[in-house]
Structures are given as C-alpha cells and as structure tokens.
C-alpha cells in the first residue's frame, strides 16, 4: 500500500492560484469586486451577483464546523490506512463553505465548533485540512 499516491485535485486554470497559495501554507480566495463576497471554489464569475471582477485575496483560514461525516472505508486505497478519519463542512469566517478533512477528535466534533486551517503535505503537494481552534 505504501505506493499507492493520494489523489490529485483537480486543477484548472482558475483554481491554480487557490492550489498555488496552499502549497506554500497561505490561504487565498477570490472576492468579488461589485458585491464583495467571497467565492469558493474559484470559477469566472461571481455566483452572487454574476460580476467578473474577482480579485485573490488572502482568507483567514478560520470557520465554523457545518456538519461532518466519519470515514471508515475510503473511496481511495491511499487512505485505507488512515481510517477511520473525519471529513466536513467548514463555514469560514468570509462565508464560503468547503468539504475538507478535519483533524479532531471524534469525541470533540460538534456543530458550531470554531476550526482553523492546517496545511498537510500528503505526496508531493499541501493540502488544506482544518483542525479544532486552539489546537
């Protein structure tokens, strides 16, 4: 198992930015210039308001727990040895919500619960997990 790789994201010409600030530890989103909301995941135009002005701007890489699931069989031989493990929905502080990984303690999961980004190098690329605030 221990050559198996991790998935790739996929990569577009409109998400490389977002891909290229998590590889070096810094968390970037676009907002859109005519409403000022903040978009994840990155697409052309604002989903708001239609707007195309989108400008990268760096996030605070904080949030709240939306909801999550535990994982005990993956949907990838790479991560069968890490099961079982959490993945969930994280509200960040901006407004936009994005499914990651979450490094908590089951025990500790609960709606509401304040997260902050953690970078974690799996292969050869970062990747954007989250952990309990304080952590």
């Not at 994201?9 to 490389?16: C, H, V, Y």
């Not at 959490?86 to 509200?91: N, S």
């Not at 990651?100 to 025990?107: A, E, G, K, R, S």
């Not at 619960?113 to 952990?131: A, C, G, H, M, N």
Request: glycine share 6%; proline share 9%; hydrophobic share 30%.
């Amino acid at each position: 198992m221990k050559n198996i790789s991790f998935p790739e994201p996929t990569i577009t010409p409109t998400s490389q930015p977002f891909w290229d600030k998590i590889n070096q530890q810094q968390f970037y989103l676009p907002q859109c210039q005519d409403c000022k909301k903040w978009i994840f995941y990155p697409r052309e135009h604002c989903p708001h308001c239609f707007g195309s002005e989108l400008t990268w701007k760096q996030a605070s890489g904080e949030g709240r727990l939306k909801t999550w699931s535990i994982v005990h069989r993956a949907g990838h031989p790479a991560w069968q040895e890490k099961v079982p493990y959490v993945v969930g929905i994280v509200e960040l502080e901006e407004g936009p919500s994005l499914l990651t990984h979450l490094l908590i303690d089951n025990q500790q999961l609960r709606y509401q619960l304040p997260v902050t980004i953690s970078y974690q190098q799996l292969d050869e690329r970062y990747l954007p997990f989250f952990k309990k605030k304080g952590d």
